[in-house]
């Protein structure tokens, strides 16, 4: 019980750190030495968990919270992720960061499940390489791809900054993701250009507008940025009544799990 | 070993439109009917109740309704001196899986194709000259006239409850509609949808350049509607979930809403489902289909279904397959030119260019599948080609079918790809804008075909369909040519912003949805040395075995496929009913 309110509370202490802030691994291991006991806490966590230990046991909530935690990701594999999510979503004037946006989860479910393990996509050999048009053609899950391309790219930025991705300050971090984006980045394995184009970008753009069923879009914050009214989407006589006006219902969308 | 089942009188494979189509007249002239569909029935799935059913990231991104990949793909080459490679997550186009087939994901888009679309070398003939098609386009008259089409295309629009304005009824143009469209007996069964914000800005642009835009024929239901089956159609919501979904609110015209059910009450009709064709029986001695050869997924077992007649249903690229694989008919052979299946293999040659208007609100979620508004000026043949060096055209449209957001949403060029400007153009944009499109041409060349491929399998070991096709001299120019009219409507709009379309190029790139419109592969024609069907669908190997659906089409208009290949299984139905009765060579 404490650990699972511990869980929930060190989340919620991580989405009010102001922006820029410290690199995303460093959330990644207090989290996991708030539920371990063992790392070194920073004293105002210590003083939360403390605090939580002393207290008598809160009723509990019936189950965690079921957008947290990871089962695809390792440690440094989700250091990587937030970090990307964060700086490929900052937190501002439209939305909180990428991680309290809930991308990462997205993304570690979407790897986890059925895409990552290489649903709908065909695994049968002989395997050859050809023009990039014909697409993907690596005997690998999507899974694994996304994770050899994680330690490639911190194999690159090691290089380049003398440290991994996630320790990067964010405008460093912003730029060497435009040199994997635009194929500047080179690897010995790994097509970083190819790797971002047809797998990160794509799962970052769902992790942003998919129904937030999925993880990403957490509180459909990115469908009311955009102003999508999500369901039912029974629009017969909205197609009237609001062709060339604003529509109220962009402000408040509804998703699945409204109308489950 | 397969069990041998008991003979039916007509088997089909595949459970899409034209299996429909085609059992709705046999059953009702008394003729009993099998349908094998490997897919299921998917009328009461999460894929068509809400609200599931608008899950962007499963039905549209995962295409979670489409053929399964990990089962069956298909390899792609550019050319025949390259090697092809199995599209490993083909986007470019989705075949069907399940009741109603690719019918059942579809947008909408009803229509008859010009009335000299199916003599195409006689009309290019007799317009620009003996010399005017080139050496390697294989453009061929089809065998049948519009006029002959013509009760089937009626009948099927009664069937379909389509939405329309006519432009042409018995030869007088009709204010409002398209001045380009082939004669009709009447006005379509139901008026047409509304138009989108985007359709009508779209409308006068076009009309300030003199064009004549209408509202595309629908078969999305602009009111409550019956057919002469009995069967109804809901009205359209404009949910923006159409293409790539199934109508939870039955307001789309599909074969399981207003087809299946039907035959599903006829005693003489069955279909199997979740039942896998593998091949075609073939008697080379008798020149006959004795039946075919299917995997129940159910059970594990493999059957035997003899047949007197056997018709092909399945989708474009597994008709010609299941030919290839049963050695009926020689093999289309790009070196020589010699042998028909496979050939006359085309596509749809597409290009866009977005539009941005601030100061109007597109609200691209109001949508239905086929709300579009569109200009026949540049399509196919209507307008004249001497001079400009390609053949075809394309129709332009404002068709905005929807605003599902991870996968519609426009910039303008320049925005960064992520970080806070991204977001503020998405936020700025979203609603603000719109593409415009041209659905052009697809003419047959002839290194564009189909074959099976040496190397690589499906799940059930039998080899994939191999496609070689790239954008030949003749699309490119035409694409460059209807690109720039696109840009000239663009232009004309006032819009703040416009991203111009650009020509589609070479290579044909398979990770990129363009169109589920593959046509072609098993050609039908009066000539065996250039089709494999008659111009009664008869296979000419095979007197008892029938083919019907867009493979059939020697080429590919600037039109949507449906209509047509809806109008060819009504006339194929008829031709079969009189067929089973006295089996001959029709």
Redesign the interface.
Known sequence: MVDRDDAGRLRKHASARPQGDAPARRDVLKRIAAVAGTAPLAPALIATATQAAAQPAAPAPAAPPLDSGYQSLGPDEAAFVEALVNVMCPADHLTPNGVDCGLAVFIDRQLAGGFGQGERLYMQGPWRKGKPQLGYQLPLTPEEFFKAGIAAANAACKAHYAKPFFALAPGDADAFLKEIATGKVSDPRVSLGLWFSELVYPLFTQACFADPIYGGNRDKIFWRMVGYPGLPATHRNDMVEFRGKPFPGAKHPKSIADFS | MATRLAKKTVVIVGGGLTAALVARELTGKGTDVLVLERGHDRRNGPEST???Q????RWD???GLGQ???VE?YT???GTKD?A???????AFLPGMGLGGAASHWNGFTWRWSEYDPELRTRFEGRYGKQAIPADLLIQDWGVTYAEMEPYHHLFEKLYGISGKAGNIKGALQPGGNPFEAPRRDEYPQPPL?P??AG?IFKAACEKLGHKPFIAPSGNSSGAYTNPDGMRLA???????CEKFICE?QAKATPETLLYPVLMGRPNFEIRLRCHVLGIDYDGQAKRATGVRYVDRVTGEEYEQPADVVVLCAFTMTNTRLLLMAGIGEPYDPATGAGVVGRNFCYQTNSAANVFVKD??I?P??ASGSTGVTIDEFNNDNFDHAGLGFLGGAGISANLTN?R??GN?RVPPGTP????QW??A??DW??HSFSLQAQGTSYPHRENYLSLDP???DAYGQPLLRLTFDWRDNDVKMSAYCSQKINEIANAMDATVVAPATARKS?????IYQSTHTTGGTPMGVDPHTSVVSRHLQHWDAENLFVVGASVFPHNAGYNPTGVLAALALRLGDDLTGYVERPRRL
């Open positions: 809400l609200p599931n608008r899950d962007e990231l991104v995962h295409a399964d990949w990990a793909t792609v080459r550019h090697e490679l199995p599209a490993r997550r083909l986007g509304e989108t914000e009508l009205p359209c919501q404009y949910c923006g979930h609110a109007r609100w609200n979620f109001l605003g957001p991870i949403r790809q992520w970080g806070t977001k503020q998405n936020a979203y609603a190397t690589w399998r290579p044909f790139d398979t990770r």
